[in-house]
């Protein structure tokens, strides 16, 4: 069980006197598209977080393929919310896609000419390539996330923990994401989404983790993503969804 | 009673006096987040006290008052200004403002000992800080403007505190926050300007924020927290006033080392918010959670 | 050279490191923290002397690069367990600022150096203060200094540019792609130290800072690329140092002040001017013709 690509066994965090995730356990088998479902401050961006060490764990472990997370930080791609870097910032999206490769660059080299390449095609590929000279403040919110997207791609990951991508963009983003989010999983990499939107969990995700401090549900869409399950994580708090998005 | 005993009661007066109406003010530039505007207004004081020295051509606390009351209040303009109106943020804002306005201030200061004999302006104590410095006159416009500053602080008590805690809803209930947050701007720059000459530029900061940052460890009123940072300052005024006498080094310089000493206890050892008695609790709780886990392990096992 | 001349090139170094390291700081929202090290660099001077009982260079840079990182690892500390920020820097450098005043008064006959030295620094005496090798002069020993100090900063920019620019712009992606953040920042305020140390002594503390940000922030209203801010701050710097010198002479009045101001006006211009985030601009944009 331990070589799927990742593993989160037991993990407890607390903020000062506060819980604020409990005796968290999950995998995720290969190739797969998740969601992470919960209400506001259920804490699904701080179990990125603390997946990704930013936060100390009181407790618990994360393993990538079988590893420790601290010794396959390379396989592992973050992309946070927009709205946690400043986009004044003086440079334009090429180089922010460009900044994806500093991984395999390596420490204290130069870019090549094969790595602009690649951020091209990254760029290219979330229909940007027309704004790669664009200074990043100058962009839409939708073309921001996509910058952050094809930062991403260039990073050439196996997994991808992305913090509420869909926030705030524009519908051409929207489906522009999707689609990569397909496009990675055929391509077999595993992908963490955060996501608010309940109406669209059926259509893009293969497997929810239903989330509320503890883990409330996880697995397939199918059979998780039930009334039942939502009523009890968002503490029967939600009416408005049709039956058509759920079943159950 | 020889002179010397008096100069010494009016430094004594005088630190106590400026510690009080300090700490209590500088609780709510702390809890405002703008520790560090009291730091750029004490810079920015320092044209304006050189402007109205020109002006006057001779030494008056009053109108050097008015003077770095007037610039201080034009810095916080300008800091508004860019932070509004183009992409640099507030930190560089601050920066750009405070060394800017002091490097004008230093242009001025040795263009007046140039031109106006300026040496007998006592500017340069302002700079510095020079408790021991202080005249009887001096004395009585700082007694008279930090009373009033503390005056102020308990008449609008009420007001300053809900403006600090949740400015839009001040502005719901029809609280006019633009007018309160230029009182409260004015009552700083006041305790600014009759500590520059006690504790110097540099320094003036320290005074406003570290006795209010040493009693927010102690307490959760706001109320408290005033009483208790005005007390810590005064306190810290008196007793850097004596070490300097005793051990002859500068008073501001003291006061504030008194200060950071009485934060520093406040943040190690205060019950409740101190960090030994936090990592005491969160040992306990770490404790009892792994017994609790312990426990469902257990009860999965049988 | 003339005399004119060796104040003019001091003024430019100073320029041009505090225009290097000014455009992080800047970037990184740390401004203040140059406001917290030039003071708190006082004690490292101070404390310099006390060990090695003279004012020479590499003591002078050791003890400020000490105290430097000092400040910043404190207010770090602080910060983390749960100061405030603004408070943080307010409390730790006020107090080692505080320190190092009182240790000048307790040994000032011994110490050459007073307060007022290091807050408004003397560049006028920066030409007669030569280093001297073998019985002769080779320029001043601030020169060389900041000359020392400016290869150090373009070695480190030019080696770190890539890990610098990331970890300015987004931190938590710079973590997970394994970058040393902790270590870049702390290189990141060495440089900072020793920039500051080494321009303290020619233009005082007030100065470092005027010359640390409002030259980067002035860079940032004209330019969308970091290496041309880089490049642009460093030139407004020397600009800047040029034309406070001729204020300075022409009115007799500090040159370190003047300077100061002349950051001042060309940001104040660069304000309305700058031609995509100006002033002028955006409101034309905003009311067409």
Redesign the interface.
């Known amino acids: 069980m331990k070589m799927n690509p990742l593993v989160v066994e037991q993990m407890t965090v607390a903020y000062d006197r506060q819980l604020v995730l409990e005796d968290v356990s999950f995998f995720i088998p290969k190739g797969k598209l998740v969601g992470v479902i919960g209400p506001n401050g259920a804490g699904k961006s701080t179990l990125m977080k603390a997946m990704l060490n930013f936060i100390p764990r009181m407790h618990g472990h994360v393993f990538v393929y079988g590893q420790p997370y601290e010794k396959q930080r390379h396989l592992v791609g973050y992309v946070p919310q927009r709205n946690s870097v400043d986009w004044d910032f003086p440079t334009n999206a090429l180089d922010v896609v460009l900044m994806g490769r500093y991984g395999h660059i390596g420490l204290w080299k130069r870019p090549k000419k094969e790595d602009v390449d690649m951020a091209m095609q990254c760029l290219d590929k979330v229909g940007m390539l027309p704004y790669a000279k664009r200074q990043i403040s100058q962009l839409s919110g939708g073309q921001q996330q996509r910058v952050f997207l094809a930062r991403a791609l260039a990073q050439d990951a196996s997994i991808y923990f992305m913090d509420e991508p869909f926030v705030g963009v524009d519908a051409a983003t929207e489906k522009a994401i999707v689609q990569l989010l397909n496009e990675l999983k055929t391509r077999g990499k595993t992908v963490l989404v955060v996501h608010h939107d309940l109406q669209t969990v059926r259509d893009y995700f293969d497997y929810v983790l239903l989330l509320n401090k503890r883990v409330i549900a996880f697995g397939e869409t199918e059979s998780v993503f039930t009334y039942d399950h939502i009523q009890k994580t968002y503490g029967g708090k939600v009416t408005f969804l049709s039956s058509t998005h759920i079943v159950g | 009673m020889n002179r010397m005993d008096i100069n010494v009661q009016w430094v004594f007066t005088s630190m106590a006096l400026l510690g009080l109406a300090s700490g209590m003010i500088g609780t709510f530039a ?1 809890l405002k ?4 505007i ?2 750029a207004m004490a ?1 920015a004081a320092l044209p304006g006290i050189c402007i109205a020295f020109l002006l006057y051509g001779q030494k008056s606390l009053l109108l050097f008052l008015i003077g770095a009351a007037c610039s201080g209040y034009i810095a916080t303009i300008c800091i508004q200004f ?1 932070v509004k ?5 507030e ?6 403002v ?3 306005f ?10 007046i000992n ?1 031109h106006e004999g300026g040496n007998q302006s006592g500017i340069h104590d302002f ?2 800080g020079k408790a021991a410095s202080l005249t009887g006159s001096d004395v009585n416009v700082l007694t008279v403007t930090a009373v009033t500053v503390i005056i102020m602080i308990l008449i609008f008590f009420k007001e300053f505190k809900i403006i600090t805690f949740d400015r839009a809803f001040a502005q719901g209930i029809g609280i006019s926050v633009s007018l309160l947050n230029g009182v409260l701007m004015f009552l700083i720059v006041s305790v600014v300007v009759i500590g520059l000459q006690a504790v110097g ?3 003036m ?2 005074l406003l ?2 006795p209010a ?1 040493a009693a927010r460890y102690w307490t959760e009123k706001l109320e408290w927290m005033t009483l208790l940072a005005g007390g810590f300052g005064a306190l810290s005024g008196v007793a850097g006033a004596y070490i300097s006498l005793i ?4 008073t ?3 006061v ?2 008194f200060a ?1 000493m009485l ?1 520093i206890f406040s ?1 190690l050892f205060a019950p409740k918010r101190g ?1 030994c008695s ?1 990592m005491i ?1 969160r040992h306990i ?2 404790k009892k ?2 017994s609790q ?1 312990l426990m ?1 392990k257990r009860g999965e096992q049988l | 050279m003339s005399y004119t001349m060796w104040i003019l090139l001091t003024a430019s170094l100073v320029g041009i490191n505090c225009g290097l390291v000014g455009t992080f700081l800047v970037l990184r929202k740390m401004s203040m923290l140059s406001d917290a090290i030039s003071h708190s660099v006082l004690l490292g001077i101070v404390g310099a002397y006390m060990i090695s009982h003279h004012l020479q260079g590499v003591s002078m840079l050791v003890g400020a690069l000490i105290v430097g990182l000092l400040t910043t690892f404190l207010v770090q500390w602080l910060h983390q367990k749960g100061v405030q920020n603004d408070a943080a820097i307010g409390v730790v450098f006020t107090c080692l600022f505080a320190i190092g005043v009182v240790l000048i008064s307790l040994f000032a006959d011994r110490v050459h150096l007073d307060v007022e030295h290091a807050l408004m620094g003397e560049i006028a005496f920066v030409p007669w203060d030569v280093l001297e090798v073998g019985g002769k002069s080779i320029g001043p020993k601030a020169i060389w200094l900041l000359g020392f100090v400016l290869a150090i900063n373009i070695f480190c920019i030019v080696f770190a540019y890539k890990e610098l620019k990331i970890s300015s712009f987004d931190h938590e992606m710079a973590v997970t792609l394994g970058i040393p953040v902790v270590l870049i920042h702390y290189v990141l305020m060495g440089m900072l130290s020793l920039t500051t140390v080494a321009s303290f002594d020619s233009v005082g503390a007030i100065l470092v800072v005027a010359m640390l940000i409002v030259p980067s922030a002035t860079a940032y209203l004209w330019t969308d690329r970091l290496s041309v801010m880089l490049i642009c701050s460093a030139f407004i710097g020397v600009l800047a140092s040029m034309i406070g010198y001729t204020i300075a002479t022409v009115f007799n009045v500090s040159i370190s002040g003047a300077i100061a101001v002349s950051t001042g006006v060309i940001f104040f211009i660069s304000l309305w001017i700058a031609p995509k985030y100006g002033l002028l601009r955006k409101w034309l944009k905003k009311s067409p013709a």
């Open positions: 702390l987040k703008q520790s560090l009291g730091d810079h860019i109106h183009t992409r640099v943020k930190d560089a804002a601050i920066g750009i405070l060394s800017v002091f490097g004008l201030g230093i242009v001025l200061l040795t263009w140039q700079l510095f530029v540099v320094l900061s320290a924020i570290t940052l051990a002859y080094a500068p501001g310089p003291l504030i080392i950071t934060f943040f960090l936090k609790r709780e770490r959670l792994q886990q469902y």
